[in-house]
């Protein structure tokens, strides 16, 4: 390329997140591990050591992101240095890859705002699909979303904001190992009895005490199993659950038919009583 005589001439930079999987081992998509393979630099947002070696083996010349987690600084500090440092090399020119394990887009504040910011300065951005702890949950726990429909909340947020329930949906709550904690500076999960039995307080208004619930982790390794521990509600707040701890909450079965609806088109319970919505992916 013929370049004019005192410019300089800097190639347009390019951010594309992906999602390595839970298990980075067999849940790597193609496109996913294409996109690290070809990148000129690689970061990494990634909970173990195995799943670091797969990328890295992949793309040499990947770096981890975890060096700015450090105990007691708040998680939006470090969440805002990561989104800094990605923007920054698409900046310079690089085409840059970022690879958060799970799906990219799930409890990930940094890949949002660099998308957000890198395409903000006119430059290619995009997010792609991958393996999220829902996912995970769905296939280990036989759990079909559709079956009695699905509500789905962070644990703190569930705490602090006047959520409605209903117990007729599945719930699924993530985090409960940080329930409470509203510092964002903590980086192991809170074992104290507060956050769980206020949680489980707020389940009790909807539930009976001896409704069994289900404390699930995802498998992140190769070969391992899922946790998978089942609770009543009056025994949850006794629990000891883990950074990724989910619970959930199973429904107490499907509500009434609304009669008034089923007269408006015609129909009655007989007629729908058998009915299920098609197959949508």
């Known amino acids: 390329m013929t370049l004019i005589q005192g410019q300089e001439h800097t190639p347009k930079g390019s951010l594309v997140v992906v999602g390595t999987g839970i298990s ?7 496109a996913t591990k294409s996109h690290i393979e070809n990148a000129d630099i690689v970061y ?29 600084k ?27 394990y799970g799906h990219p887009g799930v409890f990930v504040t940094p890949s949002h705002e660099a998308i957000r910011r890198v395409r903000e300065l006119g430059l290619d951005a995009q997010m792609l699909p991958g393996v999220s702890a829902e996912d995970c949950l769905i296939a280990d726990l036989g759990i079909d979303p559709s079956r009695f429909g699905c509500q789905s909340y962070e644990a703190t947020q569930f705490l602090f904001r006047d959520y409605r329930i209903d117990p007729h ?29 206020l ?11 001896d409704h069994e619930l289900i404390i699930y982790e995802a498998a992140t390794l190769p070969l391992c199993e899922p946790k998978i521990q089942k609770v009543l509600l009056r025994e949850l707040q006794f629990a000891k659950p883990t ?21 408006k088109l015609g129909l009655t319970e007989q007629q729908v009583i058998d009915f299920r919505s098609p197959k949508v992916n």
């Open 24 to 30: 980075v081992a067999g849940q790597m998509t193609i």
């Open 44 to 72: 990494m947002g990634i909970m173990n050591k195995i799943g670091e070696h797969v990328v890295t083996n992949i793309n040499p010349n990947s770096v981890s992101l975890d060096d700015l987690y450090q105990e007691g």
């Open 74 to 100: 708040s998680r939006a500090v470090t969440y805002a240095q990561m989104a800094d440092r990605i923007v920054q090399s698409v900046v310079e020119g690089k085409k840059v890859c970022v690879a958060f």
């Open 169 to 197: 949906m599945t719930q699924i709550i993530w985090q409960i190992g940080l329930a409470g904690e509203a510092t964002l500076s903590v980086l192991d999960a809170n074992h104290s009895e507060s956050g769980l039995a």
């Open 199 to 209: 949680l489980a307080d707020i389940l009790a208004e909807h539930y009976p005490e």
């Open 243 to 263: 950074l990724i701890s989910t619970l959930v909450v199973p429904s107490l079965g499907m509500p009434a038919y609304r009669q008034d609806r089923l007269a």
